[in-house]
């Protein structure tokens, strides 16, 4: 809890410097992918974390949990990549009201377009500046934060009780 004391000089740098360097990097990511892929970072996103998930399909709840986006925008989003043959939704075996979401051959085939260019975007704005140290330094940091700020996430990042 915060007790309402201002944030002091190197505090607010810090902070501001955070924003700038995630829009900065964003603001790029998002344009590489429109370009090579005809996507939108939440797109992509679903895409990398069903391509990660064991089988390549995990619940379209699961998905939502991990993406801090908005469960209707998410729906929107999945909604455009099976109109593009890029997932497959189904309901879930075990429970029908669950929806499955599947990585297809053509969702595969649209991440692995777009991957080399992702990398090349990350690894010039961001990591080319930085060494070994600072990427782990960077990571411990952030993931603390990540952790605290995960305990009281905002509802669209909230996991669903499941009943």
């Keep these: 809890m915060t007790d309402g004391t201002p944030l002091d000089a190197e505090q607010l740098r810090a902070y501001l410097v955070l924003k700038e360097v995630s829009s900065l990097l964003e603001h790029e990511v998002e344009r590489q992918l429109r370009v090579d892929g005809g996507?939108?970072?939440?797109?992509?996103?679903i895409l990398a974390r069903l391509h990660d998930?064991?089988?390549e399909r995990l619940r379209m709840t699961d998905v939502a949990d991990s993406l801090?986006?908005?469960?209707?925008?998410?729906?929107?989003?999945a909604g455009q990549l099976e109109k593009a043959g890029l997932i497959a939704r189904t309901p879930a075996e075990d429970d029908?009201?669950?929806?499955m979401v599947t990585l297809t051959p053509a969702g595969r085939q649209r991440l692995s377009q777009v991957m080399p260019g992702h990398v090349e975007v990350v690894q010039r704005l961001l990591l080319t500046s930085l060494n070994r140290r600072?990427?782990?330094?960077?990571?411990e940091i952030l993931g603390k934060v990540r952790d605290r700020m995960r305990t009281a996430p905002p509802r669209s990042a909230a996991p669903r009780?499941?009943?």
């Design 39 to 45: 996507l939108t970072g939440p797109q992509f996103q």
């Design 53 to 55: 998930a064991p089988g």
């Design 68 to 77: 801090v986006y908005s469960r209707s925008g998410l729906t929107y989003q």
């Design 96 to 99: 029908e009201r669950s929806t």
């Design 134 to 139: 600072d990427i782990t330094a960077i990571t």
């Design 161 to 163: 009780r499941r009943s």
